[in-house]
């Protein structure tokens, strides 16, 4: 494949909302010494035929953005308003000193709403000094992105109703890959939207049950119904050792880490 007809994704962090080692633990993974037992929160990087897009940005964003060389950001594809997905919106800010068009942003409707209030200096008024030319948009169905410098770059998004608990998110599908990361349950009317996967990346947080995420079981069980190619696991929590999970899953699956690097077709 090459690079126009492929979507190239870098995995900025496999974390859960504490990210992991967390703050005064020394559990046996806290401590590891694997580099793939350390996460940062949720994110993941994703260029396609010249165009860039970012998929959340968690307090680690500026952390992720240097260790991965992320140089510019066409568009933002929010799955859901919580903290650890959205807080390090601001530091968009350095991607518009250079280029003054404003960064699409773009949520389900219900996180839209959260995201203007909770950053009304962004969204609502604007003309705070050096704020983040953000727009946000309410994502009712397919739609485009293009790029910031060339303008007539596109490409197609596909986003996919989910559900975090109670709360209706987003996963997004792009060419051959779809990344659901917080969600306890993928409808089946979602399904047909992700038919014919190269790579899922699919929410696992820990083997005991949670009301807002997936368990490893059932993951497996959703993640062998999609039928992707290749599926990997994300927002684990510390109760995640990585080598432990990498030895059960059955073929076709793995634990992701941070900074895994995918390629599907566009």
Known sequence: MTDAQSVKVTILGTGTSTGVPVLTCDCSICTSDDPRDSRLRCSCFIRVGGINILIDAGPDFRQQAMRSGIEDVDAILITHHHFDHVVGLDDLRPFIFQNRRKIPCYAVPQSADALRDMFSYI????????????????????????????????????PIPAVHGSLNVLGFRIGGFAY??????????????????????LDALRDRPHPMHMTVDRATEVAAEIGAKQTYFTHFSHEILHSELESRLPEGMAPAYDGLEITARL
């Open 123 to 158: 969204f609502r008024d604007g003309n705070y000094p050096g704020v983040p030319r953000l727009e946000m948009h309410d994502v009712e169905g397919p739609f485009d992105v293009a790029s910031r410098s060339e303008d007539d770059l596109a490409v197609r998004i596909i």
């Open 180 to 201: 659901m990361t917080d969600v306890s349950d993928v409808p089946f009317a979602s399904r047909n939207l992700l038919e014919d996967l190269d790579v899922l990346v």
